[in-house]
């Protein structure tokens, strides 16, 4: 059974930057060719896909926030995380991770991705 796992701060203050990690379960994030995103949604508003890695480890991110967003993964640990600067109160959501059969890039439909995390609340507030 594969299982993804958010961890991270709850709380981030404006203009920090906001750092979440999934760790995964039951399956190798190495393994061709799967893809590991990250999804938000902010109160109130749909899902809104942020960026991927996948098996081989190259990434891609909404053009939306790729200046902003670095997505990397530790394989020893099998995890992969997040990275989101100059963070605002408009990145306040829940912060979804996700796996994909094959390379999965802006895809905001939840029956585009096999497992999700249980998603971890982070708010944007000084």
């Known amino acids: 059974q594969v299982q993804l796992q958010e961890s991270g701060p709850g709380l981030v203050k404006p203009s920090q930057t906001l750092s979440l990690t999934c760790s995964v379960s039951g399956a190798s994030i190495t393994t061709s060719y799967y893809s590991w995103s990250w999804i938000r949604q902010p109160p109130g508003k749909g899902l809104e896909w942020m960026g991927v890695?996948?098996?081989?480890?190259?990434?891609y991110y909404s053009p939306s926030l790729k200046s902003r967003t670095s997505i990397s993964r530790d394989t020893s640990k099998n995890q992969f995380s997040l990275q989101l600067s100059s963070v605002n109160p408009d990145d306040t959501a829940v912060y979804y991770c996700?796996?994909?059969?094959?390379?999965?890039?802006?895809?905001?439909?939840?029956?585009?991705?096999?497992?999700w995390g249980q998603g971890t609340q982070v708010t944007v507030s000084s």
């Open positions: 996700a796996r994909a059969q094959g390379l999965r890039t802006g895809s905001n439909r939840k029956d585009d991705y096999d497992y």
């Open positions: 890695i996948a098996y081989d480890g190259s990434t």
